[in-house]
């Protein structure tokens, strides 16, 4: 399938779904597949970025994403949905041992972070507290570090 096809696919499965400020949800995806183009990551990264939500977020299987993608990609998606009473401590333990699950987080993460101006102060202050304890380490040393350090200032 070739990019467009996957954004496609996207559009069509998180039809509906909104973000927190009311935009289309599957413009999330997106945003989090042209930071890791903009970061230099390959194909298979941003095609990662664009289908990391829909395991926990849509009826898509993983075997969807692997006849669509390959075993790589699929695999990395599954590592980056939380499932019901997720551990935290756990989640970031399998992403950290997959390169490309955990670059797709950190992008994730930094998208996200950009826009939790837009939350009540109750879920920025989370949000912040779970960015300093849990992704600022998974970044260390990493393209998104000082970009995560960036994002935690302007929001402190």
């Known amino acids: 399938m ?25 413009t ?3 945003q989090v597949a042209k930071i890791l183009k903009d970061k230099g990551f390959s194909e298979d990264y941003q095609i990662v970025g664009l289908l990391h939500d829909l ?9 969807e994403i692997l006849k669509l993608s390959n075993k790589t990609i699929a695999d990395a998606v599954k590592l980056l949905t939380k499932e019901d009473g997720y551990i935290m401590k756990e ?13 797709v987080k950190l992008a994730d993460r930094l998208h996200n972070i950009s826009e939790t101006h837009l939350a009540s102060e109750e879920f920025k202050q989370k949000y912040i507290k779970e ?19 960036q994002e935690l200032k302007k929001l402190m």
């Open 2 to 26: 070739d990019f467009s096809g996957y954004v496609e696919y996207i559009k069509k499965k998180h039809n509906g779904q909104k973000r927190m400020q009311g935009t289309p949800y599957y």
């Open 28 to 30: 999330h995806p997106l």
């Open 55 to 63: 395991l926990e977020d849509t009826d898509t299987t993983y075997n």
């Open 91 to 103: 989640y970031i333990e399998r992403i950290q041992n997959n390169e490309i699950a955990k670059m």
């Open 131 to 149: 960015t300093v304890e849990w992704y600022l380490p998974l970044a260390k040393d990493t393209v998104f570090e000082e970009d995560l350090k």
